[in-house]
């Protein structure tokens, strides 16, 4: 039998089993290489003030730049996805990734490793982590709940794996040697890449011939583009540019989503407002243990043991948000863990001994674990999955717009007032308030849409008072619509 025959049978495989769980698999990897690295960077944050002679704002932009790139970077993985694959945008960024870390070891000054460090390596894991993620959205159906939330104990493994294997290698062979081995660890990214390969879904998707599928549409573009050109008409060609690119926006970046879908706009907006507070304690846990006399090493033991109790707490989450009594509910248990996060952080500031610092830690993973796992689970729940890239490229950049100001604004204020208890207060208020937005949001949403529906009573549209999702048969007429379509009632 001929290697295409081979091949043939293995894409039409269904989702949900064979291949799908090594792609799972991959995906855990990938969420710990790629959203857990970040974790460790609070380890350097002294080594790098003394080296470069940097204040607290001037190096809280390193960890920023990166993990503002890391979710920012979305809408040019979307480009890469649907022109080329996730297979080979996950490898593109495991090479970035470890490029920027190799180079991030042969930095003279702060600014050069921002631009190593920060932005080559944080779009390489962008890269990597955003593609997995799509990929992850079309190799399951039935088990998709179940499938995020084991991917994303990755992150848990990398929370706690990281920050050990740091403090390790930096006390044996300093910072920048141990840039140079991450640079190495990175690299492996390109091999979870290489397991997700392309597969035959009900219609076409980023992970099927996505040359070919975009061929139409850019044979249309195009056509568009040359008549414009041949056109004597100087305004007819530049409102032919115009529409071309307004049309090249909504592709990759999902605004029309944004106007039209009051349940992504309320999601996008308050996890943009939560992010100005989340990432804090991550990047100034370890310098304030440090400042209050904690061990280095115990510091370091304290963002793993964040990602220790993850590992355990984030499948749990995962099946408890998949049961049906959840369906339709899940931004409520989301934002009742971002109120915990929020809550948690008062901890920090009664007590900066070791063992409080063990129970904040506690707390807070309990928290993250909800957060972690529900994100993108809630994301596929009020945005339709074959538009999933596109949403979620918009979704990320906007996150990176305040997870790039948040630290270095909170590292400003610290280095104003020389008091480290401004990170947990600033991270609390964020975190507080865009849970209450997005709980009492949808809240009220789902009552307006109750009203609407029982005014309207309509005849062969039964009413749906909660945003659902729906599994739909495909139109024969359609162009392409994905193998399961997330149907909201907003």
């Known amino acids: 039998m001929s290697q295409g025959g081979a091949a043939a049978r293995e894409a ?8 799908a769980w090594m792609v799972l698999l991959a995906a855990v990897l990938l969420q710990g290489l790629t959203l857990g690295f970040p974790s460790c960077i609070g380890i350097f944050f002294t080594d790098l003030q003394r080296e470069f002679q940097a204040s607290n704002s001037e190096t809280s932009w390193f960890p920023s730049i990166m993990v503002a790139v890391l979710h920012g970077g979305g809408p040019l993985c979307s480009i890469l996805v649907k022109r080329f694959g996730c297979r ?22 702060i600014s050069q490793l921002y631009l ?12 990597s982590f955003q593609a997995g993620v799509t990929a992850l959205g079309y190799y399951f159906v039935r088990w998709q709940t179940l499938a995020n939330a084991i991917a994303s104990t990755g992150v848990s493994l990398g929370f706690t794996l990281w920050p050990l294997l740091s403090q390790y290698l930096l006390d044996e062979m300093g910072w920048r040697n141990t840039f140079l081995i991450f640079g190495g660890i990175l690299l492996n990214c390109c091999v979870c890449g290489a397991i997700m390969r392309p597969i035959q879904l009900a219609s076409r998707s980023p992970l099927q011939s996505p040359k070919h599928a975009e061929e139409p549409g850019r044979r249309a573009e195009e056509a568009q583009l040359s008549n414009g050109a041949s056109s004597p008409h100087p305004e007819l060609q530049q409102r032919t540019r115009r529409t071309a690119c307004f ?11 944004f106007c039209q879908n009051k349940g992504y706009q309320i999601y996008t907006i308050g996890m943009t ?58 931004i409520y248990l989301f934002s009742l863990a971002v109120l915990l996060c929020g809550l948690s ?9 070791f063992s409080v610092l063990i129970i904040y830690c506690v707390i807070l993973s309990i928290a993250m674990s909800g957060i972690g796992a529900l994100t993108f ?15 979620l490229g918009l979704f990320t950049i906007l996150e990176s717009i305040t997870l790039l100001i948040g630290p270095p604004l909170t590292g400003l204020l610290v280095d104003l007032t020389s008091d480290f208890h401004y990170v947990f207060y600033n991270s609390s208020f964020f975190l507080i308030s865009a849970a209450l937005f997005m709980g009492l949001s949808f809240c009220a949403l789902e009552k307006k849409n109750k009203v609407k529906e029982a005014s309207k009573a309509p005849l062969d549209n039964p009413s749906r008072s909660q945003y659902s999702e729906t599994p739909t048969e ?17």
């Open 377 to 391: 689970q809630v994301l596929m729940d009020v945005v339709e999955m074959d538009r999933f890239s596109s949403a």
């Open 345 to 353: 952080n008062f901890i920090c500031v009664i007590s900066a001994e």
């Open 88 to 109: 080979f945008a996950v490898m593109l960024g495991g090479l970035l990734s470890g490029v920027g870390m190799v180079s991030s070891s042969f930095c003279k000054s």
């Open 474 to 490: 495909p139109q024969p007429g359609s162009q392409s619509p994905p193998a399961v379509v997330y149907i909201t009632s907003i």
């Open 247 to 257: 049309q090249m926006l909504q592709k990759y970046l999902a605004f029309d989503i």
């Open 273 to 330: 407002w939560m992010m100005m507070g989340f990432a804090l304690p991550h990047v100034y846990l370890v310098p304030y243990a440090i400042q209050n006399g904690v061990e280095e090493r115990k510091a370091a033991l304290l963002i793993s043991v964040i990602g220790f109790i993850n590992i355990f707490i984030r499948p749990f989450t995962g099946l408890l948000s998949g049961h049906r009594v959840f369906t339709g509910r899940r």
């Open 12 to 19: 039409a495989k269904p989702q949900d089993r064979g291949w």
């Open 116 to 127: 190593t460090a920060g932005l080559i390596a944080g779009l390489g894991s962008c890269f």
